[in-house]
């Protein structure tokens, strides 16, 4: 199996609470798997008593996992606490912050307006923008392609601890638009100027993504939440998925929760204050959902776009999401969102995902970061197989990083293993 690359090469010294630090209270997991005849006992109780054990090892209050087999739905539980305050348990239903998962509902809505005509992927974004420019002359040369695929050369250049107590949040309509047509100036967020020459190069941009969002909106004439509520979450049957905070039911969603200080067995986990939320991220980072929720989408994708009869994209265009892009991954960039393998440390990247190898099965996956928050997503579409976790824990990024802020990351990988028959 996997084991996760050591963030900018700090080791962590990952041991048992101590007796100084404040306890998880854990309650029993719950939510049943949903149909034990295709996802058997021992399977099941091998799942639990790793995800038990990772929980415990990572000091992770609450995870919610779904998994999708066949293309059909066989597991769904929730372990933990959505609050160490209140002890809320987890459950498939309870809503997690899933950051930049939001990729691929972006790039599933972006596909079925390319299925309806309405854009073109190797047109310049200009096309549809015609207010999008940038203090770099190759800014003309941006396909939608290119931003699909990470190659727009677009790359964020800010620290997140520094900015989030001070940023302007915008939550009016027209968000979006207002945040494109300011992205010729530079701004704490990026520099304007381009990394590499559009189609050179993978990097990783929240920022890119909101351009996205905004050709989205000017193409179907409706907001980006309302477009992917109307045709992805409704047709799906997605009822607790929403780009919107203020659609969240506050007795479902699960809180932040961060380190009080350095050290993954010294500090205490604690919730913390949820990012202020601004809209003309939706695109990149807003995505709110579900195990429940999530597993019916990756049930859909895992059976050529259809799910119960609702169809959101044809079996070509679902293929388009694990279609390597052939870019190649920027070195920094592999070093430090990468698992560590023999030979590399992603085959690639793809519309909208990373691609890679797990036992042979060519998988394609997304992770989300956010402040208390962390999620993975990995779908093996020759095995009809996908698997989705959310956890409540994430690094309190104004502190030293001194715990696993990337369980998630390796935590899907062994699952997706397991899952392929891996001892």
């Not at 209140?86 to 307006?113: H, K």
């Not at 430090?336 to 590399?344: D, S, V």
């Amino acid at each position: 199996m996997y084991r996760r690359t050591w963030m900018l090469g700090v080791l962590v010294l990952v041991v048992l609470l101590a007796s100084a630090c404040q306890p998880i209270q854990r309650p029993p997991a719950s939510g049943a798997p949903v149909d034990v005849a295709k996802l058997d006992d021992a399977m099941a109780a091998r799942i639990d008593a790793y995800v038990t054990e990772q929980q415990d090892r990572n000091r992770v209050p609450g995870l919610a996992i779904a998994i999708v087999k066949d293309g059909q739905p066989v597991y769904e539980r929730g372990f933990g606490v959505a609050n160490v305050d209140s002890g809320r348990p987890v459950t498939p239903g309870t809503v997690f912050r899933l950051a930049d998962i939001a990729m691929i509902p972006t790039t599933i809505a972006v596909l079925q307006l390319v299925e309806q005509g309405k854009i073109d992927l190797d047109a310049p974004v200009t096309t549809y923008l015609p207010y999008f420019q940038l203090q770099d002359e190759r800014y003309k040369d941006i396909t939608v392609r290119h931003i699909l695929e990470g190659k727009s050369g677009i790359e964020d250049v800010y620290d997140i601890a520094r900015i989030w107590d001070t940023y302007p949040v915008d939550n009016e309509e027209g968000a979006i638009e207002r945040y494109v047509r300011g992205m010729a100036q530079p701004s704490r967020l990026f520099s304007s100027r381009l990394a590499f020459a559009p189609g050179r190069v993978f990097v990783h941009s929240y920022i890119a993504r909101i351009i996205l969002g905004d050709i989205i909106q000017k193409v179907s004439g409706q907001s980006y939440e309302e477009y992917v509520d109307e045709h992805l979450f409704a047709p799906l049957g997605m009822e607790h998925s929403t780009f919107l905070l203020d659609a969240v039911d506050p007795a479902l969603l699960a809180s932040p929760h961060v380190l009080t200080e350095y050290g993954l067995a010294q500090a205490n986990i604690v919730v913390s204050d949820l990012v202020p939320f601004s809209r003309e991220f939706a695109a990149s980072d807003n995505l709110y959902s579900n195990a429940e929720d999530m597993s019916r989408m990756m049930a859909a994708l895992l059976n050529g776009g259809e799910l119960e009869g609702a169809r959101i994209l044809t079996p070509e265009s679902v293929k388009l999401l694990s279609a390597r892009s052939g870019a190649a991954l920027d070195p920094i960039q592999q070093y430090t969102w990468g698992y560590e393998h023999p030979a590399h440390l992603y085959v690639g990247y793809g519309m909208g995902s990373f691609i890679d190898e797990i036992e042979g099965c060519s998988v394609y996956h997304l992770f989300g970061l956010q402040l208390g928050y962390r999620a993975n997503i990995m779908l093996c579409p020759d095995q009809k197989l996908g698997v989705v976790l959310m956890g409540n824990r994430g690094q309190n990024e104004r502190l030293t990083p001194g715990g696993d802020e990337f369980y998630a990351n390796e935590m899907l990988p062994d699952l997706m293993s397991m899952l392929l028959g891996a001892e």
